[in-house]
């Protein structure tokens, strides 16, 4: 079955240590997108990318970085993860066709939680 | 620019109706709507494209007034199953393929 697949499920690094998570998708979706959605809240979009243009959220803290290697891989890279940074890391993909807008659904992978010790 | 949703949360017994609304302050392209169960990803309800649309998953229906930029979620009838936190997301007409997250409702169905 297509799908999106996030690696690791459960992640534990330490404060300040880098961390990267991964995804994947087999949909051949063209747009790949990093939530970060902690305890009781909305994901909250970090960026995403539209085939290999990369789009970051205004907010999105510089210690948040994104590589999309080829349309099948993104990953995820938190270069010094703080106390804060402890949520659930949602992937999602879509297929979005040119500037008309998105108007396919967002497949979401099962997310990655991260704990910082 | 986050949606608002409301209500935060809502109680219903197994049988019992409610809605659920979305509201942006900008002009939208398209309304989704997702649920989201307890430690699991956010699972596809339905799209909506066009002012008035309405569509249906199941007992479950949308609107979307585009001249407003409001959406309503109708949950009919509500089953166990729909116990959850309901998304609405958005995509601004000026910022294409950008699905904003409102803050979510809560749905608990109880017997």
């Known amino acids: 079955d297509a799908m999106v697949i996030q690696n690791p499920r459960y992640q534990v690094t330490q404060f300040g240590k880098p961390v990267t998570l991964s995804c994947s998708q087999t949909?051949?979706?063209?747009?790949m997108y990093w939530y970060q959605q902690k305890s009781s809240q909305a994901p909250k979009l970090l960026f995403h990318?539209?085939?290999?243009?990369?789009?970051n959220e205004a907010d999105t803290p510089d210690n948040f970085q994104s590589r999309r290697p080829n349309t099948s891989f993104c990953f995820l890279d938190i270069r010094s993860p703080g106390l804060g940074d402890a949520a659930m890391y949602l992937c999602a993909t879509s297929r979005v066709g040119g500037r008309t807008g998105s108007n396919s659904p967002l497949h979401f992978g099962n997310g990655t939680r991260l704990t910082v010790t | 620019q986050q949606p608002v949703q409301s209500p935060q949360a809502v109680i219903l017994r197994e049988g019992e109706d409610a809605v659920i609304n979305c509201s942006s302050s900008?002009?939208?392209?398209?309304v989704h709507w997702y649920r989201q169960k307890h430690g699991e990803a956010p699972v596809f309800l339905m799209i909506l494209l066009k002012g008035g649309e309405q569509k249906g998953h199941d007992k479950i229906s949308a609107s979307f007034n585009e001249k407003k930029q409001q959406s309503s979620l109708y949950l009919t009838a509500s089953q166990l199953s729909y116990s959850g936190t309901y998304f609405c997301g958005t995509v601004g007409s000026d910022s294409w393929g950008k699905l904003q997250f409102g803050a979510g409702t809560q749905v608990v169905v109880t017997p």
């Open positions: 949909l051949n979706h063209n747009v």
């Open positions: 990318y539209y085939d290999k243009d990369f789009n």
């Open positions: 900008k002009a939208l392209y398209s």
